[in-house]
């Protein structure tokens, strides 16, 4: 007996079907999301492998209502777009990346943009503890799922309030250069020299007393 050609029927005048690939690939989008202020090379870390995972990421940048910014808006897209194509540069194959900035929740924007999750970055256990509760917060309110990156070792303890502080109290920028790129080391001078901004403020009173 002769096997059934796939898809036809035995007989006479049986042709052989043809079996057709239908492509299911789905665009992913992802957005990793914080304050970036300032954005480190920790950050940049996560951006980069997010590259290899994702067919786009948007590097959003958002409003921490808890925290009184030291760059504006306008500030951390202009160095965070500045870094990125640097990135892209260097790195040509991985997911294209374009920056953004958004007000109000993170799930709203990552409806509004067609996410399939939100990229976070974890430091340690008390961060996943965190991460862990806002994720399942946003699965339920949102059906967005997350993804954590746990960070590179070099940056475990790199933090942008960190650099904030090292900044302020009079630390030495040019030692800050194994947790942020040379451009934010030359804003966060700026910033450190500027007596009208809250970072120049501080680090005056510190010389003060």
Do not use: W
Request: glycine share 8%; aromatic share 4%.
């Amino acid at each position: 007996m002769k096997p059934l050609a796939r898809g036809g029927s035995e007989g006479a005048g049986a042709g052989v079907s043809t079996i057709r690939r239908v492509s299911t690939h789905r665009h992913h989008l992802a957005i990793y999301t914080g304050s970036f202020d300032p954005i480190t090379l920790g950050h940049l870390d996560v951006l980069a492998r997010s590259r290899r995972l994702f067919d786009e990421v948007v590097l959003a940048i958002g409003r921490n209502p808890n925290k009184t910014a030291l760059f504006s808006f306008e500030e951390r897209m202009d160095l965070a777009r500045r870094l990125v194509a640097e990135l892209v540069a260097n790195e040509p194959d991985g997911a294209v990346v374009r920056v953004e900035h958004y007000a109000g929740l993170t799930v709203d924007y990552a409806q509004q943009v067609g996410a399939a999750a939100i990229i976070r970055g974890i430091r340690n256990i008390t961060d996943l503890a965190t991460e862990c509760q806002l994720a399942i917060t946003n699965r339920q309110v949102a059906d967005v799922e997350t993804v954590f990156m746990v960070t590179g070792e070099a940056f475990a303890y790199t933090s942008s309030s960190l650099i904030q502080q090292i900044a302020a109290l009079g630390g030495s920028l040019d030692k800050l250069n194994t947790l942020v790129p040379p451009i934010v080391i030359d804003a966060l001078r700026r910033k450190r020299e500027d007596p009208n901004n809250p970072l120049g403020r501080l680090a005056k009173d510190q010389l003060a007393e």
